[in-house]
Structure formats: structure tokens, C-alpha cells
């Protein structure tokens, strides 16, 4: 199960971290806990963190890990990059593989500009979005909810395969897209994500993960798992009521 762990961020963007060290999230290159607080090691000097994030899956052999999201003062290293320590179970680094690091280690195949990310948690998986100063939206990490199942493609491209590296989900440019079509950005005037709720439920024996996401039109897009038992996706004017609502692709909800 997840490890047990206490992070502070200070005013001054430093992260200071203590706790379980099984998935080496302590980024100290062991697996040995620590139960005091203990600065956190960035690859780059002068590193200001604005946000955290938590990778927490359900099972044991997919590890811990966290995100953290630099300011954007347009200058490196604070150029809105993300960071990550932990597990790396389904490629959630977002950097090509699914290497595990015993240290901190820049993420999303060396992005930068990022304003926003969100993180799900799922069985054995993590996945991850991110939002780009231009608007542009990226996913990456697991493609579906629960281990060896389809319980919810979380990623909406449609394919439960896990993503190593970040995949363009929503170009402003209006050009090709993983989930979502050129023909619905400009229909729908769709320009951007503004933000992304990701859920998981149990009934037991599996995991049903659900990605919603509200965009910058006022839409609402879902993808996922949803059943008349397991309705974790809602019912709208866009879903007919024999509709088990569980979409392998971005589905207009609302």
C-alpha cells in the first residue's frame, strides 16, 4: 500500500520531506525511513516550488510518488518545469520509460511552461495532465483504471495502453489532437481545459476510475468507467438513459 509521508513547502518554494522510504520518494537514494524533516535535493539550483502533488497508487508494487511544479519567472530552472521522486510504476515521469530514480529528477520529458498539472490515483496506476501557459494539454501515465482490466481508460484516447511521454491531448493551434478533435475546438470553441477532476471508486474487487474535465467553453467532457451499478460518470442530455456511460474517449457530458 502507500507509503506514509509529511512535506512541507516553505514561503521561499523549499520542500522539506520525512517519513516511508520504500519507493525511495525521500529522494536520498535508499529505502531507508526518515522520521525527521529533511530538505529536499532539486537536480537544478534555486529551485522555487509553487505546488505538490501526490502519486499514491492502491498497490503495493506500484509505489509512491511526488510531483512538484516550479514557479514561472521565465528563466530556468524556474520556467514552470515539473519535478518527481518515487515510484514509476506505468512511466508516470513522463519521461520515456518506467525507470525508477532514488532522487529527484525532472518529469514530463523536460517540459517547461507548464501552469497547472492534476494527478489520479488508480489500482496500480497514476496518471497525470498538464496545462500549458499556451493552452495546450498533455497526458501521460496509466491508460486504464484497474490492473490488467478496463475499469476506466483514464487517458480518453480510446486505448488502455499506458503513455510514457507526454501526449498532446488539446492543441490551441487547432491541429491534430489525441482525444479530443480539431472539429470540436472549433465548434465548440474548445481552447482550453480549465480544470480536471479524477475519481475512483471501489465496490470491493476493483477500482472504476473516472477523468472529467471542464473546459474553458463552459463544456464538460468525461472519460472512463460508468455503469447503471457503478454510475460514475452522470447521466445528461448528451447520454441516452440506456447508455451505460462508460466512455473510452472524451465524451460531451455537459
Known amino acids: 500500500r502507500a507509503s506514509m509521508n509529511t ?34 535535493s532539486f537536480p537544478d539550483a534555486g529551485v522555487v ?39 514509476n510504476h506505468v512511466g ?26 492534476w494527478v489520479g490515483n488508480g489500482y496500480q496506476h497514476v496518471t497525470v495532465f498538464a496545462r500549458k501557459t499556451d493552452g495546450a494539454f498533455y497526458g501521460w501515465g496509466a491508460g486504464m483504471g484497474h490492473n490488467g482490466a478496463s475499469y476506466g481508460l483514464t487517458l480518453g484516447n480510446d486505448s488502455g495502453t499506458d503513455l510514457t511521454t507526454p501526449t498532446l491531448q488539446i492543441n490551441p493551434t487547432g491541429s491534430s489532437n489525441l482525444g479530443f478533435t480539431p472539429g470540436d475546438q472549433q465548434t465548440l470553441g474548445l481552447h482550453g481545459v480549465q480544470d480536471i477532476k479524477m475519481n475512483r471508486a471501489h465496490n470491493g ?26 454510475a460514475t460518470l452522470p447521466k445528461s442530455a448528451w447520454v441516452t438513459t440506456s447508455d451505460v456511460a462508460t466512455y473510452d474517449k472524451w465524451t460531451l457530458i455537459g
Open 7 to 40: 512535506l512541507l513547502l516553505t514561503v521561499s518554494g523549499e520542500v522539506y520531506i520525512t517519513g516511508d522510504n520504500a519507493y525511495k520518494q525521500l529522494g536520498d537514494n535508499t529505502t531507508t525511513d526518515n522520521h525527521t524533516f529533511t530538505k529536499l
Open 49 to 87: 516550488v509553487k505546488e505538490i502533488h501526490t502519486g499514491e497508487a492502491a498497490a503495493a508494487a506500484s509505489g509512491q510518488c511526488y510531483y512538484f511544479l516550479t514557479e514561472n519567472y521565465g528563466y530556468a530552472p524556474n520556467d514552470g518545469r515539473l519535478y518527481v521522486v518515487g515510484g
Open 92 to 117: 508516470n515521469y513522463g519521461n520515456g520509460d518506467t525507470a525508477q530514480s532514488g532522487y529527484v529528477v525532472q518529469a514530463a520529458g523536460g517540459m517547461t511552461n507548464i501552469e497547472k498539472i
Open 205 to 230: 474487487s476493483y477500482y472504476y476510475m473516472t477523468t472529467v474535465a471542464l473546459l474553458t467553453s463552459g463544456h464538460v467532457y468525461a472519460c472512463g468507467f460508468g455503469s447503471d451499478t457503478h
